[in-house]
């Protein structure tokens, strides 16, 4: 079991977990990261301060607009380092990875604001469309997203922006929605549909449960509209007929992310939808 830099909360329950099912667990801690970035970290940024807006919310460190995820995304990729580190001691010890297997500069590990490139939108059916891949699921990555939106579209102001969301139902779709409706994008559509979790669609939201709460929160604001597909293949139908100078985002899980990237693969026939046609 790998875990991530995470709240100290969390570690309890993990580590039971880890115990019960008789799996080693590799705590990854925001000073991995530090190293990995060749930075100098006290011990004590290991413990996070409250989240607020203006600061990362897992590390507590303030966030210049320039770069308003770059510690998650260091974190994450301390976190594949380590994975890797795991892997090979365990198939061939012999073989010894770089104490920094890469320039420090800003990581982009797929589905945290990945922009897909005009063949892979061909791919996924969208050619011409600018698309934007985030696997934000909770109001804290929400709020990262609209920020790094802001920043890296910056040429448009505000941008224009088209969501598909899907959701899994152990998240807070109140709270991650609300991120979307206070941020300063010029929200045209959402479009909310469902993809299978771990192959199942029994942890997935409803589309329609997504498009009620969704209403609940925008009433009596100004906003984009929103549709209701609860397939996804027809969700991205529906995104195909947008204008081009809208930027989609398809965000709310890494599941989606997984669902698009699949797609664009042409794996999506071997990944299980369960009942639900693509």
Not at 216 to 242: D, M, Q, Y
Request: glycine letters at 6%.
């Amino acid at each position: 079991v790998l875990l991530a830099p995470q709240r100290l909360d969390i570690l309890p329950g993990v580590e039971a977990a880890s115990r019960a099912s008789a799996a080693p667990l590799h705590t990854i801690w925001r000073t991995d990261a530090a190293r990995l970035r060749n930075v100098e970290m006290d011990a004590s940024t290991d413990v996070p301060e409250e989240s607020t807006s203006d600061k990362d919310s897992k590390s507590g460190r303030e966030v210049s607009p320039a770069e308003p995820r770059a510690g998650v995304l260091w974190e994450n990729a301390a976190t594949a380092f380590r994975a890797a580190q795991i892997v090979l001691s365990q198939v061939s010890p012999s073989i010894e990875l770089p104490a920094v297997p890469f320039p420090p500069a800003e990581a982009l590990p797929p589905g945290r604001m990945q922009r897909l490139s005009a063949s892979e939108a061909r791919s996924l059916g969208l050619p011409g469309k600018t698309i934007i891949l985030d696997g934000a699921h909770t109001p804290e990555s929400f709020h990262e997203l609209c920020a790094a939106f802001r920043e890296r579209m910056g040429d448009q102001v505000p941008p224009k922006v088209l969501f598909v969301v899907a959701m899994s139902n152990d998240k807070d779709h109140r709270k991650c929605l609300g991120e979307l409706r206070g941020a300063d994008l010029n929200l045209q559509t959402l479009v909310f549909t469902e993809v299978p979790v771990a192959g199942s669609f029994e942890r997935a939201t409803r589309a329609e449960a997504l498009s009620e709460c969704w209403a609940e929160i925008a009433e009596g604001h100004s906003t984009g509209e929103a549709v209701c597909e609860p397939v996804f293949g027809a969700a991205l139908r529906r995104v195909a007929a947008a204008p081009d100078d809208v930027t989609v985002c398809l965000a709310g899980s890494m599941h989606l992310v997984g669902a698009a990237l699949a797609r664009i693969a042409g794996l999506d026939r071997a990944i299980s939808e369960g009942t639900k046609p693509s």
